[in-house]
């Protein structure tokens, strides 16, 4: 057992968390914003929005920034030379092009020059198209039909063609800019090309991550020839190698241990996604628990048996970084819309928001907040009201509930009762969305007592990759629950049954 170092590169931040895992504690916690840490960067959100065709980019720049940042202000609250191995978890299908030269510069340990000096020469794209990315409706179609129909790549990949998947976004890449493309040596997810910095080499592709391009044989756990062939000319050669979740990359790059202290004892476990980094940080790697996480996207995953995939083309089987596959449906109004309903409604902060939730009565109106064209359900911009209309004291309340209908519905598929619940995300923490939670899916919700489930699921996995520790003994001091199971009202189920319904009656329209 050992010290272990989780990093978490998600949509607006990066987050650094150190445990100890002969202590049981958690030594430090570290985080940059990619907005309110760079203003001069203009990004307030972390990411590029308005490109041409619902283009969603960041800069891999910013990016690496961030983690620097990140690491200076661990580096000032733990000894970064007793680290034993470290991971990461990154945004899932956010993509890095790197050109002709990109191997020195991750191999390059000079500590004067910062990372982004060592990058920015290398980048055969400027920017990373991310998540939020609505662009490939198009390239979707080609994939699709190459293959030989939706349902051909949902049985091969665990999912239709989908517009912010990797594959998808990399042929609209080679198909707008071929030479760029030709001048691509290699293509990265976030999680493979940070893992990649830190060990100073390329990293392979866990399976997890993997699945969320559109290219994984999620059966085999490998690319999938056909899939490649279907998307873009040489793939095959751009991509990094698929491996198991536990695979270790190598010790750490002379650049970490001359910068920020790290020991050359210290070892680097590939990356995964974040939320299937997410699903080993809330103990549910195992299946039987459903996670829900409130982020800047809201995605409801569990472990599953075997392979399930949704005939209606909106959920995701992925692979789970611990062996087998995952189940993931994921909302795009999340943490910002809420935000903008908190804003539309005067409230000054997330205090004033629970007293509004609170103070309005349950099951009574609720609304699905699309403020930007929503994912799941595929929808453009706008807000559909189920029950009574919401005036502005209850839009709080009726948004989440709107939220909170839209994931039971839509992780129907799945096809596993919700027993339980546990919940994770920033809007987590708020008592009155956590009630809304438990008794729109009528079941207990647990949180954990460590928050950050992403960045501790990298932790974890580093230690059971690269230390020999036992999952099962990391979840019982780590993700233990937080005193205070929140129960459901029974009495109000029968009425959310009724909005449910209504839900699904209006998107069939
Ligand atoms: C999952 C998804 C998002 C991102 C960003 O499919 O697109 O949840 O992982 O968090």
């Given at each position: 057992m050992a010290k272990?170092?989780?990093?978490?590169l998600?949509?607006?931040?990066?987050?650094?968390?150190?445990?100890?895992?002969?202590?049981?504690?958690?030594?430090a916690?570290?985080r940059?914003?990619?907005g309110?840490?760079?203003?001069?960067?203009?990004?307030?959100?972390?990411?590029?929005?308005?490109?041409?065709?619902?283009?969603?980019?960041?800069d891999?720049l910013?990016?690496?920034?961030?983690?620097e940042l990140?690491?200076?202000?661990?580096?000032?609250?733990?000894?970064?030379?007793?680290?034993?191995?470290?991971?990461?978890?990154?945004?899932q299908?956010?993509?890095?092009y790197?050109?002709?030269?990109?191997?020195?510069?991750?191999?390059?340990?000079?500590?004067?020059?910062?990372?982004t000096?060592k990058?920015?020469?290398?980048?055969?794209?400027?920017?990373?198209?991310?998540?939020?990315d609505?662009?490939?409706?198009k390239?979707?179609?080609?994939?699709?039909?190459a293959?030989?129909?939706?349902?051909?790549?949902?049985?091969?990949t665990?999912?239709?063609?989908?517009?912010?998947?990797?594959?998808?976004?990399?042929?609209?890449?080679?198909?707008?800019?071929?030479t760029?493309w030709?001048?691509?040596?290699?293509?990265?997810?976030?999680?493979?090309?940070?893992?990649?910095?830190?060990?100073?080499?390329?990293?392979?592709?866990?399976?997890?991550?993997?699945?969320?391009?559109?290219l994984?044989?999620?059966?085999?756990?490998?690319?999938?020839?056909?899939?490649?062939?279907?998307?873009?000319?040489?793939?095959?050669?751009k991509?990094p190698?698929?491996?198991?979740?536990?695979?270790?990359?190598?010790?750490?790059?002379?650049?970490f241990?001359?910068?920020?202290g790290?020991?050359?004892r210290?070892?680097?476990?590939?990356?995964?996604?974040?939320?299937?980094s997410?699903?080993?940080?809330?103990?549910?790697?195992?299946?039987g628990?459903?996670v829900v996480s409130?982020?800047?996207s809201?995605?409801?995953?569990?472990?599953?048996?075997?392979?399930r995939?949704d005939?209606?083309?909106?959920?995701?089987?992925?692979?789970?970084?611990?062996?087998g596959s995952?189940?993931?449906?994921?909302?795009?109004?999340?943490?910002?819309?809420?935000?903008?309903?908190?804003?539309?409604?005067?409230?000054?902060?997330?205090?004033?928001?629970?007293?509004?939730?609170?103070?309005?009565?349950?099951?009574?109106?609720?609304?699905?907040?699309?403020?930007?064209?929503?994912i799941t359900?595929?929808r453009?911009?706008?807000?559909?009201?189920?029950?009574m209309?919401?005036?502005?004291?209850s839009?709080?309340?009726?948004?989440?509930?709107?939220?909170?209908?839209?994931?039971?519905?839509?992780?129907?598929?799945?096809?596993?009762?919700?027993?339980?619940?546990?919940?994770?995300?920033?809007?987590?923490?708020?008592?009155?969305?956590?009630?809304?939670?438990?008794?729109?899916?009528?079941?207990?919700?647990?949180?954990?007592?460590?928050?950050?489930?992403?960045?501790?699921?990298?932790?974890?996995r580093?230690?059971?990759?690269?230390c020999?520790?036992?999952?099962a003994?990391?979840?019982?001091?780590?993700?233990?629950?937080?005193?205070?199971v929140?129960?459901p009202?029974?009495t109000?189920r029968?009425?959310?049954?009724?909005?449910?319904a209504?839900?699904?009656?209006?998107?069939?329209?």
């Amino acid at each position: 057992m050992a010290k272990v170092l989780g990093l978490d590169l998600s949509t607006q931040s990066a987050t650094a968390l150190v445990l100890d895992t002969v202590a049981g504690v958690t030594l430090a916690r570290a985080r940059a914003a990619f907005g309110a840490d760079f203003p001069d960067r203009n990004h307030p959100e972390g990411f590029i929005r308005g490109g041409k065709g619902g283009e969603v980019h960041a800069d891999p720049l910013l990016w690496l920034d961030g983690l620097e940042l990140a690491l200076q202000r661990l580096a000032k609250l733990t000894d970064l030379s007793q680290i034993d191995a470290v991971s990461v978890s990154g945004q899932q299908h956010g993509s890095v092009y790197l050109a002709a030269g990109y191997e020195a510069a991750l191999a390059d340990g000079n500590p004067a020059t910062s990372l982004t000096a060592k990058f920015a020469s290398v980048l055969s794209r400027r920017t990373s198209p991310i998540w939020m990315d609505a662009s490939t409706e198009k390239e979707c179609a080609e994939i699709a039909s190459a293959l030989g129909g939706d349902q051909k790549v949902c049985d091969l990949t665990g999912s239709v063609a989908t517009r912010r998947f990797t594959g998808p976004q990399i042929r609209r890449f080679a198909k707008e800019d071929p030479t760029a493309w030709s001048n691509t040596k290699r293509v990265h997810l976030v999680s493979s090309f940070f893992a990649s910095v830190l060990a100073g080499r390329d990293a392979a592709i866990d399976t997890g991550d993997g699945a969320g391009m559109n290219l994984m044989d999620i059966r085999q756990g490998d690319w999938a020839p056909a899939a490649l062939a279907a998307t873009a000319p040489e793939l095959m050669a751009k991509l990094p190698p698929v491996r198991p979740g536990s695979t270790v990359a190598g010790p750490i790059s002379g650049y970490f241990i001359a910068r920020y202290g790290f020991s050359p004892r210290c070892q680097v476990v590939i990356g995964t996604g974040d939320n299937p980094s997410s699903l080993v940080g809330m103990g549910a790697s195992l299946p039987g628990k459903v996670v829900v996480s409130l982020g800047t996207s809201d995605t409801l995953f569990a472990a599953i048996e075997g392979i399930r995939t949704d005939a209606a083309g909106l959920g995701h089987a992925f692979g789970n970084p611990m062996g087998g596959s995952m189940s993931l449906v994921c909302v795009r109004n999340g943490s910002l819309a809420r935000e903008a309903i908190r804003r539309e409604c005067g409230l000054a902060d997330w205090v004033a928001f629970s007293a509004s939730i609170e103070a309005s009565p349950a099951a009574v109106a609720a609304v699905l907040p699309m403020e930007e064209d929503e994912i799941t359900p595929r929808r453009t911009a706008g807000r559909i009201t189920l029950g009574m209309s919401a005036t502005r004291d209850s839009l709080p309340r009726a948004a989440v509930e709107g939220q909170a209908l839209s994931l039971r519905l839509h992780s129907r598929w799945v096809g596993t009762p919700t027993t339980q619940l546990l919940l994770t995300g920033g809007a987590s923490e708020n008592p009155a969305v956590a009630k809304i939670f438990a008794d729109v899916f009528g079941a207990p919700v647990l949180r954990l007592a460590v928050s950050d489930s992403a960045a501790l699921g990298a932790a974890l996995r580093a230690a059971v990759g690269a230390c020999g520790a036992k999952m099962a003994d990391l979840e019982k001091v780590f993700c233990a629950p937080a005193p205070g199971v929140v129960q459901p009202d029974p009495t109000l189920r029968g009425r959310y049954d009724l909005l449910e319904a209504e839900l699904g009656q209006a998107l069939a329209r």
